[in-house]
Structures are given as C-alpha cells and as structure tokens.
C-alpha cells in the first residue's frame, strides 16, 4: 500500500501570475510562443528566487510561488511587470505574452511542495481580475504594504469571484514614481539613507564558487563567513552582519547601491576556487561612493593553509582600510577554530543548513555539528552552534524529546564557554542558550555583554542582548540593543526575529499597543501570535485576544498557558504571571485545567 504524503498548513504570500490571451497567442503562432514564454518564465523565476519566493507549481503559462511576507511578494510582482516589459519592448503589442499577477496573504496547505487551498484560489482569482501587465492585492495584502511600499492602490470594491462564498477587496496596485527619471524597480528598492558610522564600514559579499562542483557552494559561503568574523574582531572597524550581506548572494550588484542600502564605505567582493587539494581566494576591496577599486589580490596555497589564507585575506584588507583612514592601531586575529580540517569541513556543512530555519534543516544540522565536535571535541564554535540550534528548536516548539534536547543544549554551551573564553561569538552564543534553555538568564546576559565588548560588530549578539534584557524586564536596553542589531544588519533575512523581540520588550513595558502593531508585520511567526494574544489580553481586547488564541492553537495545538509561561524565561514575577493571564484571556487552556 502506497504511503500517504503529508499534508501540513501554514501562512504565506501567495504569488499566483499567468499569461492574459494565451490560448490566442498560442493560435497565432505556438513556436514564437513559446521561446518567449520559455525566456520570460526564467526572468519570472529569476525574481522569485531573489525576493526569497519559492515557486511551488508551474503548469503551461502559469505560476505560483510563495513567499515569507507580503512586501517581499508585491516587490518581486512590481519589479517582475516591469523586468517584463523591458523584455517584450520590441515585440509587436498583438504577439506581446504579457503575464497578470495576483497576491494574497493566507492559510495555505502545502504537500511534496505544492500549494494548495482557499488562499491559493483567491491569489489565482485575483490574478484574473489582473490587466495584462498589471498587479491586483487582496484588501489583506494592502494592510501589510500600504505603508511600507512606494505604491498607489486603486480600491476596486468587494468583488465576487468563481468557487468563493463571500467577496474579496481587490486593489489594483501602481508605482508612485517621484521624477520622470525614476524607475518602478529604483522607488521599490528605495530605503532609508542609513549614516555611515563614525569609524570605518564594510560589507563582504557572498565570493563566487569557481570550483567545478556546485556542492562546493558551502566552501565558499564558509570562507567568507570567517572572514566576516575575523574582520568584526577588529574594534576599529564596523562589519555588517552575514545574512544582510549574503541577500546579495546571486544577484549582479552594484556596488554603490549595496554601500547605501547597508550603510558603509567599502566593500569586499572576490571568488573561491577548490580543486583536488588546493585552494585559490580572489578578493577586490571597492569604495562604495565612487566605484573605485582601492585593492585586488590573489591567494593561494593547499586546503591545509585555507586558515593562513583567510589570515591574509583579512590582514590585505584591514591594512588597506587603516591606511586610508590613518589609523595608528593595528591588531591582530590569528585564532585557529580547530586544527582537524575534516571536523571543520563538517561545521562548514552545518552553517550552511543553520540559516534554513526549519525542523528538517536544524536535525541535518545537528549531525554536522556532531560530527565536527566527534573530531575534535576542542572545537568551540561547533559547541557553541550545537547549543545554538537546540535553542532554536525549543524557540519554534519542535523538540523531539525537550528533556534530552534540553540537557544536550546547556552541556554543549557549557562545553564551548570553557573553551571560547575569550572568543566573542561563543560567549554570545553559549550565554544566550544557557540564558534561554537553563533559565540562567542574569549569567548569560553577562557572558553576551562580555562577547560584545570582545566583538561589538555582531548583529546576532546584539539581538540576543536583546532577548535576554527583555527577560531581565529591562525593555528600553533591550530596545537600544536590538535598533544596534538592525544597524549592523539592515539586510538580513532574520529581521522578523528582530521585530519579535521588540514587540517582547514592548510587552514587558506595558505598552501593548506598539506589540500588537510589530506583531501585525509577521504573519507567519508562532511567537508573534502568542505576542498578539497576551497583549490584545491585557490590553482588554478580549475579542480579538481570542482571536489571536485561535491561531496559537491552530499552530500549536499543544499549547498549554502554564507551559508557555514557563517556556519564555520572564524573570519578573510581574510579568510571568501577565503573560500567563493573557495567555488564558486569550483560550489559551491550562495544563491543570487539562487534568481536571
């Protein structure tokens, strides 16, 4: 008997675009069709994937994808119509394959990675009340990008559609252009100027994998990954974080723009190359503001120098940054994570599945981390990532086994703090899973407040400060700490777990009007809901708490008030037990309640 594939549930922005008059097209001419459909389905794909869609079914002229948030869904729409249209510019307008696009934020069923369900019916729907050429949003959407996008929305009513009961609110959407110069794609990718920094800035972008062997991507990510470490030791510097650098990953960039989105004035970019047993790094530093290149250079040597490599590559730059800007101090990062190139070759893997953020990703990364500390039970860092990700899984409520989980974590960040004293990215990470896993929150602030003063260019850190002041009912530091972490990461993927925590720290301060709003911005977070429930709870928004409880229960249906009250290391007994109360206001049931 065959076995039955999964089907599970969640939210997302739905993507749902198709070709308008392509059985006419078709009629007209199937092989001119075609190759144009064929070249602008790579352009539709192309985009998807830099805005962090994920296409789900394809069929003839169509397309769905989905996406993690609405901005991110209606951007890739906006700038899809308008990459289009540069493309079919010279085709006569008869023989033009003009493609109409629908976005919808909803639950959706997802299974062996198809989508399906009412929210993909009603992004489909809104597809076919599309122009050619054009976008159409839900009334959901618009709530979410009205206010964060440079658009112009045409309210076109409630509309009744085919195979739906009730209505929907349609918008159709424009671009607010400032100048006739500007460009639909220039005012979408258009943010707040950031201030460079008062000491000097840079950003090291994702190198190219040259190797012949695509696999060997992780190699490469991992490389630049240490750089971006050894570069943050440096107290003189300011380093953006990984993940806001690698959203450029893939992408033809220019550099002039990445110096203003992220708010710097150089720029690393290079390649790695690994064949047999050597290893060749590129690299080229870049002035942001006039495109210059201050520096290129070559490095060489077998895979057992790749340390002394990463050495030089990062001494070339910061001798090249500190001569321009004159300083007179230099210092030196010369720290080995482990000497056993197997064990670190298992870490590299492991970072490269951590940024996946999700159950099945975190358990591959669990036994590539293991491994690597199997090797050599030295290796800090791999401790440190080892109690990293058990914290995680406790944070998204996907432990197998919590008791064991649980006991791993605290050993593991206990392991790499005896080892990584000194070492700013294993206080940060070890103080922070002892703080969240062993309710040792005052021990773990101060071993991420010492890992900061060690290392104070790492965003991940400054987000954990964060947390665990929230923990402490100290919000306002909190907050300081956490606008630090969006600074030195303007970019990054993880900016809804920086949203999170603010609306944490709002809540703990009482004002549940500012958790609520942050809390709006990220439908697809479990603890953003539970966020939402206490404080439409405490708020005395009963309703709508109740609201918000539903959709825990629908994501966590083991969700337990007293569990939860417990699981998040409040250490104000104030503030436990209103977050306990508003977890029950919300029909949150408790576990004694349960009993009974």
């Known amino acids: 008997m065959a076995k039955l594939i999964e089907t599970k549930r969640r939210l997302a922005a739905i993507f749902a675009a198709d070709v308008e008059g392509y059985s006419r097209l078709m009629g007209t001419d199937e092989v001119a069709t075609l190759s144009a459909l064929t070249a602008l389905l790579e352009i539709l794909d192309g985009l998807i994937a830099t805005h962090g869609g994920r296409v789900a079914n394809t069929a003839g002229d169509s397309v769905l994808a989905e996406f993690g948030s609405a901005v991110d869904a209606v951007r890739c729409a906006m700038e899809a119509q308008e990459a289009l249209a540069k493309a079919n510019g010279p085709v006569p307008e008869r023989r033009r394959v003009n493609f109409r696009i629908g976005v919808h934020v909803g639950d959706i069923m997802f299974r062996a990675g198809d989508l399906f369900g009412t929210g993909v019916n009603i992004a489909a729907r809104l597809q076919a009340l599309a122009k050619a050429g054009g976008v159409c949003i839900s009334g959901v959407t618009y709530d979410q990008v009205r206010n964060i996008l440079p658009l112009e929305f045409t309210d076109l009513g ?3 559609v085919k195979n739906l009961e ?19 794609k220039d005012m979408l990718n258009q943010r707040r100027a950031l201030v460079l920094p008062d000491r000097p800035s840079i950003a090291v972008l994702p190198f190219e994998n040259m190797s012949a062997d695509p696999e060997q991507d992780y190699f490469a990510d991992g490389m630049v990954e240490d750089i971006i470490t050894e570069l943050s030791r440096f107290k003189s510097l300011f380093v953006i974080a990984r993940n806001s650098s690698f959203t450029y990953k893939g992408m033809a960039v220019d550099i002039k723009r990445v110096g203003r989105e992220l708010g710097v004035r150089y720029v690393l970019e290079g390649s790695v190359r ?4 050597r290893v060749r790094i590129t690299g080229q530093l870049i002035d942001s503001a006039t495109g210059v290149h201050l520096w290129a250079d070559r490095f060489d040597g077998s895979k057992e120098d790749v340390f002394d490599l990463q050495d030089r590559v990062t ?20 720290r080995k994570p482990t000497t056993d190139l197997e064990a670190y070759d298992y870490y590299l893997r492991g970072m490269s599945r951590v940024w996946k953020w999700n159950k099945d990703d975190s358990e591959r990364a669990l036994a590539l981390f293991s491994k690597a500390v199997e090797l050599d039970d030295n290796f800090a860092l791999a401790h440190a990532m080892l109690s990293n990700v058990y ?17 791993r974590a605290v050993h593991h960040a206990q392991r790499c703090l005896e080892l990584g004293r000194e070492d700013g990215v294993t206080l940060v990470l070890g103080g922070f899973s002892l703080a969240y896993m062993a309710n040792e929150v005052k021990f773990g602030a101060d071993c991420i407040a010492r890992g900061l003063s060690l290392n104070p260019n790492l965003a991940w ?25 969006e600074r030195l990461s303007p970019r990054d993927p993880s900016l809804p777990q920086i949203k999170l925590a603010c609306a944490l720290a709002h809540f703990v301060a009482g004002r549940y009007e500012d958790a609520i709003r942050l809390t709006e911005e990220l439908p ?24 918000a409880g539903k959709k825990v229960l629908q994501l966590d249906p083991t969700a337990r008030a007293s ?25 949150i049931p408790d576990l004694a309640l349960m009993r009974g």
Request: glycine share 8%; charged share 25%.
């Open 158 to 160: 409630a509309q009744s």
């Open 166 to 184: 009730e209505p929907i609110r349609v918008y159709e959407v424009k671009m607010q252009l400032e100048s006739a110069s500007s460009t639909p």
């Open 274 to 277: 690994r064949s047999g047993g």
């Open 315 to 334: 001494a070339s730059v910061v001798g090249q940054i500190f001569s321009r800007v004159q300083l007179d101090e230099e210092e030196r990062a010369n």
């Open 391 to 407: 914290t995680f899984r406790k944070q998204i409520r996907v432990m197998d086994d919590p008791d064991q989980e649980t006991k």
């Open 461 to 485: 850190g400054w987000l954990c400060s964060g947390w665990v002041n929230s923990f402490l009912g100290a919000p306002q530091t909190a907050l300081e700490h956490l606008a630090q972490a």
């Open 524 to 547: 697809n977070l479990l603890g953003a809901w539970r966020i939402k429930a206490v404080s439409y709870a405490m708020s005395g928004d009963l309703y709508r708490a109740a609201d």
């Open 563 to 587: 569990v939860l009250a417990q699981w998040l290391p409040l250490q104000r007994p104030e503030d436990r037990e209103r977050y306990r109360k508003g977890l029950l206001a919300a029909g």
